[in-house]
C-alpha cells in the first residue's frame, strides 16, 4: 500500500478542477510525476504542484495507491472522479463533485463536503462524516437515472434532491435533509434517520425511502399499506416502528415504489 | 473556394448514371463535375489518389431534424444528452455539444465526416421559418432546405372545406416564397387539429372537430395541388395513427389515396448528364415508414406490420419512402404529432413537451432510449432494416433514422452495416428480445445490400426524389462537386467483417463539397459556403390577391403582425431560388 500525501499550499481563489487526483492516475507515477498533472483553474491549466506539496509515490495499481489530502479543500472539485479503486482520504472540508461517477475504491471525507457529491456514481464506497449540501449520488442535470450501485454513507445532514433519480445503491444519511429526497427513483435504498422537509419521493417508481424522523409536508400521491417493524435492508438495519406507503400514484407509472415513515414522529398520517 | 480537383483511380458509384463500382477518374473544375480539365485548371489542380477506395456523390439526406424550433427544444429539456458528449474547438471549428440533438456546428461538422453533403429539414413550421433558417444558416458544411408543414393548417383546411382550390394553390405558393420553404409537409393530418381540443382521429374518414374535413380530404388536396404547383418533391407524408399496434394498415390506406395523382414536378434547372430518368415520378414520399408500420392490436401482440406496407409499394410506382431505421440507444423524439408524444408519455412517463404553433400545427418532443431487451424496441429495429430490405427495388427507398427519433444520424454507419451484412444482423438479434426473431422477419431475410444499392438509398435517391438530382446525387457531368471518398476497398470487401464497414462510413477518406476538401478521415479541414434552397413557384396574380385579402382578414387571428410574418433574404445563408412553374 503506497500513500500519497497531498497539502494544499493555497491559490484557490479560483476554484480548481482536480479530477485528475484519482488513484487511477497516480498509481505507476512518482511525486514528482504527480505534481506536473494539470489540473484547470478558470480558462488555464496549472501543474498540481501549484496546488499542493507532493510526498510519497503512487503504488503499482490504483488498488494499492492511498491518497490523503491533509487540510480543508472546499474550493477543489472532482477529487476522486471516475475513480474505480483504491483510496482517497480527505483530512478536512472538500469541494463539488467529489467521487462523480466512481466505480469502485472508497472515498472518506472527514469534515464537509459540497454539492454533487457521488453524482451518477456505480460502484464504490463515499463516506462524509460532517454534513454535504444537494445533489447528493443524484443524477446529472434533466437526466433520469442517478447513482446505480455502491454505498453513500453521511453522518451528518444534507439538502435537496438526495439521491435525484437513484436507480441502485444505498444512500444512508444520518441527520436531515430538505426537499425532494429520491425524486424520481426508481431503485435502490435511501435511508434517512433524521427529518425530512417535504416532496419525498416525487415521481418514485420503484426502490426505497426510509424516513427515521418527521416528514413536515407528506407528498400527495402515497397510499398506506401497513405497519412494519425493525425492517432490515442487507447489512442496514431500521430499528423502530414505521407506517408503509407506496406510490407515487400521482404519475403513469403506478406505485411501485415504498416508502417507511416512522410511526413515532408522524402520527397524523 | 471552389477549386479543381481530379480524385484518380477510385471505384465509383453513381447510380443514377448505372456506374456500378467501376474504376475510373472524376474531375471538377469551378465547384462542377466537369469530362476533364482544361489547360488553366491543370495548373493548380489538386490530385487526390483513391486507388483501392471506394467513390460515391456527396451523401444528401432528405429527411432529418437539425434546425429549428423544436430540435431547440430539445436540446433546452436535454442537458444530459449534452454534457458527456462534446467537441472543442479549434482554430477552424466551433466547440459543440450534444448527442442525440448535438448544436447546429457540431450538427454540420458530423454530417460532413461520414460525408454528406446536403440535408434537408424536414418539418419547417411557418411561424417558426425565421428561426429555422437562423439554425440552418448557422450550421456549416452543408447546403440545406425545409419543408413547410401544411397538414393542419387552419387557413388551408378552409379552403379545403369550401372547396377553394385555386385559392389553396396560391396560398401554398405564397407560403414557399414567404418562408423560403422547399417543399409540403403533412404531419397525422387532420389528427393534429384535434390536438388542441385532447383528441385525435382514428380513421381516413374521420371528420376533424370544427372543420369537419377528413385525413383523406387533407392528403387527396395536398397531394393534387402538390403536382398542380409543379413542386419538386412529393408531399412528404407522415400518416395518422403513427406509434399504435396495428397502425400500418391505415399507412397504407393514405397511400392509395394519391394512386392516380400524376407527378409532374416542373422546375428551371440545368440537369447534370444522368442515363436514368433523374426526375421523380412519385406523388407521395412516405417518412419514416418504420413508425408508420406497427401491427397487432396492442402492445402484447405488437409485431411488424412492415410487410403490408412493402408489399404495396412493390406492387405500385407512386410511392416511395424513407426508413426510419431503429439503431438501438439514445435518442430524442421529436414530432409536429402532438397526439403521439403524449402517448409516448403515457407509455414512458418521461418528460416531454408539446406545442401548438397556434393556426398552423403543432409538435411534441420527448427524450427516449431504444434497449436490446425492450421487447418493442427490439421488433423496431427489426422493422427498420425490413422497410428497406422488402422494399424489392432501391430506388422506392431511402435509409433515414428519421434522426433524432429513430437514433441519430451519426449512426447511419451502423445501419449501413446491418444492411451489408447478414451476419451482422444475426449477431444482433442474438443479443436482442426474442421479440425481434419471433414478431418479425427478419431473421429470415438473408438480402445483402451492395455498395450499389447503398449510393442509391443514402444519395442518388434521397436526392432524385426530393428534386435535387440535376445537382446533387449523382457525379454526371455538369452537377455539383460533391464528392465522398471511403477508405472501402470493394474488390477486398468481407461483409462478414461488418466493424470495417462501419469504420470505413463513420470518417470519410475525404469529404468534398464543390470542389474543394472540406474534411478528411474525420478531421474538418475547410469551412465551405453553404446555399439554402427553396421553392419560387410562380403562380396567376389574380388568384393570389385574393388571396392575401383573406390571409390579411385572416390575420387578427394571429399574435404577430402581418409584416413580421415572412423571412426575409437575409436570414438564409445563400438563398437560392428554384423557379417551378405551376399549371396555368
Known amino acids: 500500500m503506497a500513500d500519497v500525501t497531498l497539502k494544499p499550499i493555497g491559490n484557490f481563489d479560483l476554484t480548481v478542477e482536480a479530477e485528475v487526483v484519482t488513484p487511477d492516475n497516480f498509481a505507476g507515477k512518482s511525486a514528482d510525476e504527480i505534481g506536473k498533472l494539470l489540473v484547470w483553474q478558470g480558462p488555464a491549466e496549472y501543474p498540481l504542484s501549484d496546488y499542493f506539496s507532493v510526498e510519497g509515490n503512487g503504488g503499482s495499481s490504483a488498488e494499492d495507491t492511498t491518497i490523503i489530502v491533509d487540510g480543508d479543500i472546499p474550493r477543489v472539485k472532482r477529487i476522486g472522479q471516475e475513480m474505480t479503486a483504491g483510496k482517497v482520504l480527505i483530512k ?77 445503491g444505498e444512500i444512508i444519511i444520518g441527520g436531515s435533509v430538505k426537499h425532494f429526497c429520491g425524486i424520481r427513483i426508481s431503485s435502490g435504498l435511501i435511508y434517512v434517520k433524521g427529518n425530512a422537509f417535504r416532496t419525498v419521493g416525487a415521481e418514485m417508481t420503484g426502490g426505497t425511502i426510509v424516513i427515521g424522523g418527521c416528514i413536515e409536508r407528506f407528498t400527495p400521491g402515497f397510499t398506506l399499506e401497513d405497519v412494519e417493524s425493525d425492517l432490515k435492508f442487507g447489512d442496514i438495519e431500521c430499528p423502530g416502528e414505521y407506517k408503509k406507503f407506496t406510490g407515487d400514484y400521482a404519475i403513469p407509472q403506478k406505485g411501485k415504489g415504498t416508502m417507511y415513515v416512522s410511526c413515532d414522529s408522524n402520527e397524523c398520517l | 473556394m471552389a477549386g479543381t480537383i481530379a480524385i484518380k483511380n477510385g471505384y465509383v458509384y453513381d447510380p443514377l448514371n448505372d456506374i456500378n463500382g467501376e474504376m475510373m477518374d472524376i474531375f471538377i473544375q469551378d465547384g462542377k463535375v466537369v469530362t476533364e480539365l482544361s489547360g488553366a485548371g491543370m495548373k493548380d489542380v489538386k490530385e487526390i489518389d483513391a486507388k483501392g477506395k471506394t467513390v460515391m456523390p456527396g451523401g444528401v439526406d432528405s429527411h432529418s431534424h437539425v434546425a429549428g424550433a423544436k430540435v431547440n427544444v ?33 450538427g454540420g461538422y458530423e454530417y460532413s465526416k461520414m460525408g454528406y453533403t446536403t440535408v434537408f429539414e424536414a418539418a419547417v413550421p411557418p411561424m417558426e421559418a425565421r428561426h429555422t433558417h437562423e439554425e440552418m444558416r448557422s450550421t456549416p458544411m452543408l447546403d440545406m432546405g425545409g419543408y413547410l408543414v401544411l397538414g393542419n393548417n387552419w387557413f388551408l383546411m378552409r379552403y379545403f372545406k369550401e372547396g377553394d382550390l385555386d385559392k389553396a394553390a396560391a396560398y401554398i405558393s405564397w407560403m414557399m416564397r414567404t418562408h423560403k420553404t422547399y417543399g409540403i409537409k ?50 412528404h407524408l407522415h400518416a395518422n395513427n403513427l406509434g399504435h399496434p396495428g397502425c400500418w394498415e391505415i399507412t397504407r390506406d393514405s397511400l392509395k389515396i394519391p394512386k392516380n395523382v400524376r407527378a409532374k414536378p416542373n422546375t428551371d434547372v440545368e440537369w447534370a448528364e444522368t442515363k436514368k430518368n433523374a426526375k421523380r415520378h412519385e406523388s407521395v414520399y412516405l417518412t419514416h415508414c418504420q413508425f408508420n408500420a406497427f401491427g397487432g392490436t396492442s402492445w402484447r401482440d405488437f409485431e411488424s406490420g412492415v410487410k403490408g406496407i412493402t408489399d404495396y409499394v412493390n406492387s405500385v410506382d407512386h410511392v416511395v419512402m424513407d426508413s426510419g431505421c431503429v439503431p438501438f440507444g439514445d435518442a430524442t423524439v421529436m414530432t409536429g404529432d402532438g397526439p403521439a408524444i403524449h402517448d409516448l408519455y403515457m407509455l414512458t412517463g418521461h418528460k416531454w413537451s408539446n406545442t401548438d404553433v397556434e393556426c398552423e400545427c403543432g409538435s411534441g418532443v420527448l427524450p427516449f432510449e431504444y434497449l436490446k431487451g425492450n421487447p418493442v424496441h427490439s421488433v423496431q429495429w427489426a422493422m427498420g432494416l425490413e422497410v428497406l430490405l422488402y422494399v424489392k427495388d432501391a430506388w422506392k427507398s431511402i435509409m433515414t433514422t428519421d434522426s433524432p427519433n429513430g437514433g ?21 438479434i442474438e443479443e436482442c428480445h426474442k421479440w425481434a426473431q419471433d414478431r418479425s422477419g427478419i431473421g429470415g431475410e438473408t438480402r445483402e445490400m451492395d455498395l450499389f444499392e447503398i449510393a442509391t438509398i443514402t444519395r ?3 436526392a432524385r426524389t426530393i428534386g435535387m438530382s440535376y445537382r446533387k446525387g449523382t457525379l454526371g457531368i455538369g452537377a455539383d462537386g460533391d464528392v465522398a471518398i471511403y477508405d472501402i476497398d470493394p474488390k477486398s470487401l468481407e461483409v462478414n467483417d461488418y466493424e470495417s464497414i462501419i469504420r470505413g462510413f463513420e470518417n470519410a477518406a475525404y469529404t468534398i463539397k464543390a470542389g474543394e476538401v472540406v474534411s478528411q478521415m474525420g478531421e474538418i479541414v475547410a469551412i465551405p459556403e453553404k446555399n439554402t434552397f427553396y421553392s419560387d413557384i410562380a403562380v396567376d396574380d389574380e388568384a393570389e390577391q385574393s388571396m392575401l385579402k383573406d390571409v390579411k382578414k385572416w390575420f387578427k387571428y394571429y399574435t404577430l403582425g402581418f409584416e413580421r410574418y415572412p423571412t426575409p433574404d437575409k436570414y438564409l445563408a445563400n438563398p437560392t431560388p428554384i423557379q417551378v412553374n405551376a399549371e396555368k
Open chain 2, 186 to 235: 403533412c404531419v397525422n393530418p387532420a389528427g393534429v387539429e384535434n390536438w388542441g381540443w385532447g383528441e385525435n382521429v382514428g380513421a381516413l374518414d374521420q371528420e376533424n372537430i370544427h372543420f369537419e374535413i377528413t385525413p383523406e380530404d387533407i392528403i387527396k388536396s395536398l397531394t393534387e395541388l402538390n403536382e398542380k404547383l409543379g413542386i419538386p418533391m412529393p408531399v
Open chain 2, 408 to 428: 441519430p444520424f451519426t449512426k447511419y454507419p451502423q445501419v449501413i452495416a446491418w444492411l451489408m451484412s447478414n451476419k451482422a444482423r444475426q449477431d444482433t
Open chain 2, 74 to 106: 430539445g436540446r433546452m429539456m436535454r442537458p444530459e444528452d449534452h454534457y458527456k458528449h462534446y467537441q472543442k474547438k479549434t482554430p477552424l471549428t466551433h466547440s459543440g455539444c450534444g448527442y442525440s440533438v448535438p448544436s447546429v456546428y457540431l
Open chain 1, 92 to 168: 478536512g472540508s472538500a469541494g463539488m463533485h467529489m467521487g462523480s461517477a466512481m466505480s469502485g475504491g472508497e472515498i472518506i471525507i472527514e469534515g464537509d463536503a459540497d454539492s454533487w457529491v457521488g453524482m451518477e456514481m456505480s460502484g464504490g464506497s463515499i463516506h462524509i462524516k460532517g454534513n454535504t449540501k444537494d445533489h447528493l449520488g443524484s443524477a446529472y442535470r434533466g437526466s433520469w437515472k442517478g447513482m446505480t450501485g455502491g454505498r453513500i454513507t453521511v453522518d451528518g445532514d444534507a439538502v435537496s434532491q438526495v439521491g435525484g433519480g437513484l436507480s441502485g
Open chain 2, 460 to 462: 442518388a435517391n434521397p
